[in-house]
T-cell receptor, first 116, second 114 residues
Framework: EAGVAQSPRYKIIEKRQSVAFWCNPI?????LYWYQQILGQGPKLLIQ????????DSQLPKDRFSAERLKGVDSTLKIQPAKLEDSAVYLC??????????????FGQGTRLTVV | AQSVTQLGSHVSVSEGALVLLRCNYS??????LFWYVQYPNQGLQLLLK??????LVKGINGFEAEFKKSETSFHLTKPSAHMSDAAEYFC????????????FGKGTLLTVNP
């Protein structure tokens, strides 16, 4: 079974530039998550999709971050403009269905963003 | 709101020694609890999970954890550490309600000395 795919693996940009990350979840998984992991901290949920609808985006900085999941499959996360504090690893995860609490979330390898 | 606290940001053990990583939770509803492992430059991999069945949960790679409601704890243990266990370990809890959402602790970095 193919896992969660993310690209790029690494990205370095200057502050105020824009950047986009891509995620392809495991086939058949209805739920997709984007997490931000700052160095030395645990992952923090940015946004959660159920199919192509947003379930939770309460911690997404909407003035600069946006995400979409067209057709309920692939997803992109965009930052515009980037700030120094956005330097982090951005993890994508997917699960079969978020309505069942014991459904396992599978994580991609992440995209490491460095803003200089 | 639900949360987890991992005691000790860094734990160092000798190869063959007991591994004990501590996690305490706070939850207004019966929690589901998880331990994930993250190797360098990798995503998170599920080690084990507690979903209100047996309180002693066995996971992959010889790890296990015990849910203790009276102590609000879910500590991770392994009887004998191996060099390959060196990684960062995260405890996580689900949020209440119908939406499955993982809330993570800050992580504990485990180093294993030869």
């Amino acid at each position: 079974e193919a896992g969660v795919a993310q690209s790029p693996r690494y990205k370095i940009i200057e502050k105020r530039q824009s950047v986009a990350f891509w995620c392809n979840p495991i086939s058949g998984h209805a739920t997709l998550y984007w997490y931000q992991q700052i160095l030395g901290q645990g992952p923090k949920l940015l946004i959660q999709f159920q199919n192509n609808g947003v379930v939770d985006d309460s911690q997404l900085p909407k003035d600069r971050f946006s995400a979409e999941r067209l057709k309920g499959v692939d997803s992109t996360l965009k930052i515009q403009p980037a700030k120094l504090e956005d330097s982090a690893v951005y993890l994508c995860a997917s699960s079969l269905d978020s309505s069942t609490r014991n459904t396992e979330a599978f994580f991609g390898q992440g995209t490491r963003l460095t803003v200089v | 709101a639900q949360s987890v606290t991992q005691l000790g940001s860094h734990v160092s053990v000798s190869e063959g020694a007991l591994v004990l990583l501590r996690c305490n939770y706070s939850s207004s509803v019966p929690p589901y609890l998880f331990w994930y492992v993250q190797y360098p430059n990798q995503g998170l991999q599920l080690l084990l999970k507690y979903t209100s069945a047996a309180t002693l949960v066995k996971g992959i790679n010889g790890f296990e954890a015990e849910f203790k409601k009276s102590e609000t704890s879910f500590h991770l243990t392994k009887p004998s550490a191996h060099m390959s266990d060196a990684a960062e370990y995260f405890c996580a809890v689900t949020r209440g309600g119908s939406n499955y959402k993982l809330t993570f602790g800050k992580g504990t970095l485990l180093t294993v000395n030869p």
